[in-house]
């Protein structure tokens, strides 16, 4: 590959009347951090993660100038402890990339070697992208369903937050996989699009959280891929059936569980924490194969909007106001 030095990257500055700036600038590669890894970014995509660690948010980021961009697909530049020969093209998801490491919204990044995987067979690294941390995501709550004994057949799996990232690809996945979706969402518009996802029916979130006050709701879901949290999971939970499993991967409802002991001790619900950040690299490798051969969505073109470098801001404020359906990847130049 050519040798670069400088490159281009979206950086945020922080200003000393506490206000953050994005800009798209030329950086070096000597202000990237140590790694073993140099990859030349060509994709990544769009998360909630992103929106908070560009507009500030300390739970997310606290350094500044800083690169979001908690995924990336590329290519080896070069890699001192020899883990990836030059030019293999890898992807990389989680770990502190995009947090208070420079991430995939610049031309290059440079990492611990452990954090980047091969890109497996199956996909392009444009379709790693569309699917990216919100597709691990999904597919690890996919995962964790299976292994709790929910299985296609069984009933319905309710998925809320149907049209963000996480929660169109769970949707895909599952339809996939010959599970009934029950799709939640705010967006009526949106029905269609859920339904060529692979949802069964599609139902207003409301209808979720109807009745929530009670301590224990009828009985109706054999499993559930929540990504909203607060009412919505705790009435979700409420309604699940005996022996059920429900997973929990999101906050953008509130961080707050307002629930009681009742589901678990009376139905032996289980309640599975979601982590994609710290997922060891041997489950990441499965999953990962999984989402590149039989859970691969069948309709993820679809679920994918594109933009340049240069249309990352419109969509970061569209993002926080939860106007984005499905994924958002980001061409870098």
């Not at 705790?234 to 429900?246: D, H, Q, S």
């Not at 970061?316 to 870098?332: C, D, E, F, H, P």
Request: hydrophobic share 45%; proline share 5%.
């Amino acid at each position: 590959m050519e040798k670069v030095t400088q490159f281009t990257a979206l950086v945020v500055e922080k200003t000393a009347g506490q206000q953050f700036l994005r800009e798209i600038r030329e950086r070096s590669l000597e202000d990237l951090p140590p790694g073993e890894l140099v990859v030349r970014v060509h994709y990544s995509s769009l998360n909630y993660k992103d929106a908070l660690s560009a507009t500030g948010h300390p739970g997310v980021t606290r350094q500044f100038p800083h690169t979001p961009g908690i995924d990336a697909a590329g290519e080896v530049v070069s890699c001192a402890d020899g883990s990836f020969a030059p030019g293999k093209k890898v992807i990389v998801t989680g770990y502190d990339l995009g947090m208070e490491t420079d991430g995939g919204f610049g031309q290059y990044i440079r990492i611990p070697s452990a954090w980047a995987l091969c890109l497996p067979e199956g996909l392009t690294l444009r379709e790693s992208m569309a699917l990216g941390t919100a597709g691990l995501t999904a597919a690890l709550s996919v995962l964790q369903l299976e292994r709790a004994g929910v299985r296609p057949g069984v009933g319905d799996i309710l998925v809320t937050g149907a049209t963000g990232g996480v929660g169109s690809i769970a949707a895909a996945i599952l339809a996939r996989a010959g599970y009934r979706v029950v799709a939640a969402t705010g967006k009526s518009a949106d029905e269609g699009f859920l339904r060529t996802l692979g949802a069964a029916e599609v139902i207003p979130r409301d209808q979720v959280t109807a009745g929530a006050d009670r301590p224990m709701l009828k009985e109706r879901w054999a499993g559930v891929v929540d990504v909203v949290g607060g009412e919505t999971l705790a009435a979700a939970i409420k309604a699940t059936r005996y022996g059920g499993a429900v997973t929990c991967c999101g906050l953008v409802g509130s961080a707050d569980l307002p629930l009681n002991v009742y589901p678990f001790i009376l139905r032996g619900v289980s309640l599975i924490g979601i982590d994609s950040v710290q997922c060891p690299a041997a489950t990441r490798r499965t999953v990962w194969a999984k989402l590149a051969g039989e859970w691969k969505p069948e309709h993820l073109a679809e679920m994918v909007s594109e933009v340049p470098l240069e249309g990352v801001e419109e969509k970061i404020q569209a993002i926080l106001k939860g106007g984005i359906r499905g994924r958002v990847v980001v061409k870098l130049p």
